[in-house]
């Protein structure tokens, strides 16, 4: 059973297969007892291996165990989950926010809850999986816009009738890098009186000296406006919170299917993400050095003869012509100590590369990738 099915990726190139960390997350990883600079992951701000985290969730476990044992409505939570809820709203600047326990989960449990049957979801055609599923999940009808195109976002909005209209998108794309066009969107969903749901898993800790992408154009939090972030990339931990009115949260309690019928976050990582979002408001640095290694990299990288566009976030793109040209690449980068795996259908269209830029990289990590990419050039 599923041989078959095996052996079709196989053939053309796309079975996937993990590997397995020796060693903290961070800049440089241990795979198989052989170190490489490690270019793969969402830990834009290095904390992930932080001793502070490690020390929070320490002293949490002592005091509330490991396990949550049950869901937050049967007293699976604690004090720290209502704490860092409050820490969030005040963060996200909303009246409340509510923890789920992951991005994932996250999306397919608010999205459905928000977007009823009769409703409409407007959703930009490169939105991360879990945003598509979670409006397959939903009994709305679902609508895709072409890429960051307002005018075809407006175009669909005119024509639909429906009684309640969520325009959901990414506020930074996770395989390309690039930031959604909020103002617009902002004023198009007011123009016909929609809710907007971002999703800033890529955006917090990274846009808008870490507040996201609402601080980052400069735009007002609403009561339309609902943000749903995670604290497994910029923030080093884990989990995932959804921000907005206290009404929005209230009802997401009482509605949201993966938040009511999942056990809660462990305490200990609760305490992790309290600390991870004290640490990211206390030290504005660490955003700013994330940038200056990001447009570092991206100036290194065009120097090789590969461009990786606009360079408005830590995901930088290298983008191949075949999914035997991107395994090639990142094949070779191995070799030279750099782990940055190929991306590949059907994660995208176009297989790539996908640099993913840290503060905790070093100028010299830096530059062994622009070095390896250089003679992969000359090959």
């Known amino acids: 059973m599923f041989e078959k099915e095996l052996n079709e990726l196989r053939k053309n190139d796309l079975l996937r297969q993990f590997v397995s960390r020796g060693s903290p997350q961070g800049p440089v990883i241990t795979i198989s007892g052989k170190r490489y600079i490690n270019f793969s ?23 509330f165990g490991f396990g949550a044992g049950a869901a937050r409505l049967l007293a699976g939570g604690s004090i720290l989950h209502e704490r860092l809820e409050k820490a969030v709203a005040a963060f996200k600047m909303t009246e ?12 397919t449990a608010v999205i459905p809850a928000i977007a009823p049957e009769g409703s409409a979801i407007f959703s930009d055609e490169l939105n991360h ?7 397959r999940l939903s009994r709305a009808k679902v609508l895709v816009y072409r890429h960051k195109n307002i005018g075809h976002l407006e175009g669909l909005m005119k024509k639909e009738p429906a009684w309640r209209k969520v325009v959901v998108t990414d506020s930074v794309f996770s395989m390309d890098g690039d ?25 917090t800790g990274v846009l808008g000296k870490g ?30 919170f959804v921000a907005g009115t206290r009404d929005m949260i209230g009802w997401l309690t009482n509605a949201a299917r993966g938040f009511i019928f999942s ?30 290694n990001t447009h570092r990299t991206a100036e ?29 690449l990142s094949a070779f980068l191995w070799k030279k100590g750099v782990y940055a795996p190929a991306i590949r259908p059907p994660t995208v269209k176009e297989p790539r590369i996908r640099v993913t830029v840290t503060a905790a990289h070093t100028a010299e990590h830096i530059q062994t990738l622009i070095r390896a990419m250089q003679k992969y050039g000359k090959l």
């Open 41 to 63: 992951s969402n830990d834009y701000l290095g904390l992930a291996g932080s001793p502070e985290l490690l020390r929070a969730a320490e002293t949490a476990g002592r005091r």
């Open 96 to 107: 409340a926010a509510l923890l789920l326990n992951s991005g994932y989960t996250a999306n």
């Open 129 to 135: 999986a879990s945003i598509i599923d979670g409006c």
């Open 179 to 203: 930031i959604a066009p909020l103002p617009d969107l902002c004023t198009v969903s007011r123009k016909h009186g929609a809710v907007l749901y971002l999703d800033e898993a890529h955006a």
């Open 211 to 240: 507040k996201g992408s609402l601080a980052h154009f400069g735009l007002d939090q609403e009561p339309w406006i609902i943000q749903m972030g995670t604290f497994s990339k910029a923030l080093g931990s884990l989990g995932a």
């Open 263 to 292: 056990t809660a976050l462990p305490a200990p990582v609760v305490a992790a993400s309290i600390r991870a979002l004290s640490i990211l408001e206390k030290r504005p640095g660490l955003v700013k050095r994330l940038l200056e």
């Open 300 to 328: 290194g990288l065009k120097t090789t003869g590969y461009d990786p566009g606009d360079a408005e976030t830590p995901v930088l793109a290298i983008k191949q012509r075949s999914v035997r040209e991107a395994l090639a």
